[in-house]
Antibody, heavy 121, light 107 residues
Framework: QVQLVQSGAEVKRPGASVKISCKASGYTFTDFYIHWVRQAPGQGLEWMGWVYPGNDGTSPARRFQGRVALTRDTSVSTVYLELDSLRNDDTALYFC??????????????WGQGTLVTVTS | DIQMTQSPSSLSASVGDRVTITCQASQDIKKNLNWYQQKPGKAPRFLIYDASNLETGVPSRFSGSGSGTDFTVTISSLQPEDIGTYYCQQYDDLPLTFGGGTKVEIK
């Protein structure tokens, strides 16, 4: 079955960087886009961008451009999100999610368990 | 960016009640809308795609409708396992955007 397993919780200082991983299994890694979505405590879902493992294409959300790197390593079926210049309001639960795209339909059908990133001085 | 507005932000209903959540898009998104359910501390669960198509395994008491700017998801007979927060999400254009969520509780 499709599985996305994310790396563990992180605690960072303001101004630092964090790199989160998302390891995929149960499907052909290079055939599906992976999206990143985050959720601040008690808040809703915020889309951060996508990476396409098939060709390393990426599309970060405009508000994160210049501060986020979305990468992949096909040898270990893993995508990464790196966020720089962390601020207190980057404290959130970060999810990766596989996008299913067929016949014009597009949805996030499988999600990682989430990685909590806490930014605190 | 396309704004998605959900209402109500929360609701409390009895087991067996019919529950309806609405989602409005700031522009025409055709039927390019999905619904998710999230339980506290867990990842969202995908429920409905293209406004009205249930994901495999989703109970038939869930249904979705709408097109253009106005959408709904209905639970025909609320069950205890349906508690959680529901989000709509448009994919008509990037950035993907989500509604603010509707928290469903049992009265």
């Amino acid at each position: 079955q499709v599985q996305l397993v994310q790396s563990g919780a992180e605690v960072k200082r303001p101004g630092a960087s964090v790199k989160i991983s998302c390891k995929a299994s149960g499907y052909t890694f290079t055939d599906f886009y992976i999206h990143w979505v985050r959720q601040a405590p008690g808040q809703g879902l915020e889309w951060m961008g996508w990476v396409y493992p098939g060709n390393d294409g990426t599309s970060p959300a405009r508000r994160f451009q210049g501060r986020v790197a979305l990468t992949r390593d096909t040898s270990v079926s893993t995508v990464y999100l790196e966020l720089d210049s962390l601020r207190n309001d980057d404290t959130a639960l970060y999810f990766c999610a596989r996008a299913h795209w067929v016949s014009g339909s597009y949805y996030l059908d499988s999600w990682g368990q989430g990685t909590l990133v806490t930014v605190t001085s | 960016d396309i704004q998605m507005t959900q209402s109500p932000s929360s609701l409390s209903a009895s087991v067996g009640d019919r529950v309806t959540i609405t989602c409005q898009a700031s522009q025409d998104i055709k039927k390019n809308l999905n619904w998710y359910q999230q339980k506290p501390g867990k990842a969202p669960r995908f429920l409905i795609y293209d406004a009205s198509n249930l994901e495999t395994g989703v109970p038939s008491r869930f249904s979705g409708s709408g097109s253009g700017t106005d959408f709904t998801v209905t639970i025909s007979s609320l069950q205890p396992e349906d508690i959680g927060t529901y989000y709509c999400q448009q994919y008509d254009d990037l950035p993907l955007t989500f509604g603010g969520g509707t928290k469903v509780e049992i009265k």
